[in-house]
């Protein structure tokens, strides 16, 4: 199993960025294709970016292209999401998660493991 902490969220003005971060445990983190994913209250659980096991390919949701970017260091067992240009409606708890799947997907099912999140706020 890998364990999962993301790190970095905050509070920040709308066109502002963030970077958050997402630490593993163990040394598979490799093994695993990584996502990020977000969620506010009353709404389903939704796909923001995906990062394949080497970092070779990546894929974001329609709503976030051009302003986030998803990377990772197999290195330092860390996954990134890189937000820019943020606005309120980006404003949600994000959520980091591995996957065992070779080819990305961007359902949460495919998932088996997930962060605690961290709060993303974003202000008007």
Same mark, same amino acid.
């Given at each position: 199993?890998?364990?999962?902490?993301?790190?970095?969220?905050?509070?920040?003005?709308?066109?502002?960025?963030?970077?958050?971060?997402?630490?593993?445990?163990?040394?598979?983190?490799?093994? &695993?294709?990584?996502? !990020?994913?977000? $969620?506010?209250?009353?709404?389903?659980?939704?796909?923001?970016?995906?990062?394949?096991?080497?970092?070779?390919?990546?894929? &974001?949701?329609?709503?976030?292209?051009?302003?986030?970017?998803?990377?990772?260091?197999?290195?330092?067992?860390?996954?990134?999401?890189?937000?820019?240009?943020?606005?309120?409606?980006?404003?949600?708890? &994000?959520?980091?998660?591995?996957? $065992?799947?070779?080819?990305?997907?961007?359902?949460?099912?495919?998932?088996? &493991? !997930?962060?605690?999140?961290?709060?993303?706020?974003?202000?008007?």
């Amino acid at each position: 199993q890998v364990q999962l902490v993301e790190s970095g969220g905050g509070l920040v003005q709308a066109g502002g960025s963030l970077r958050l971060s997402c630490a593993a445990s163990g040394r598979t983190f490799s093994s &695993y294709a990584m996502g !990020w994913f977000r $969620q506010v209250p009353g709404k389903e659980r939704e796909f923001v970016a995906a990062i394949t096991r080497s970092g070779g390919s990546t894929n &974001y949701a329609d709503s976030v292209k051009g302003r986030f970017t998803i990377s990772r260091s197999n290195a330092k067992n860390t996954a990134y999401l890189q937000m820019a240009s943020l606005k309120p409606e980006d404003t949600a708890v &994000y959520y980091c998660a591995a996957s $065992q799947r070779v080819v990305i997907t961007t359902s949460p099912d495919a998932y088996a &493991y !997930w962060g605690q999140g961290t709060q993303v706020t974003v202000s008007s």
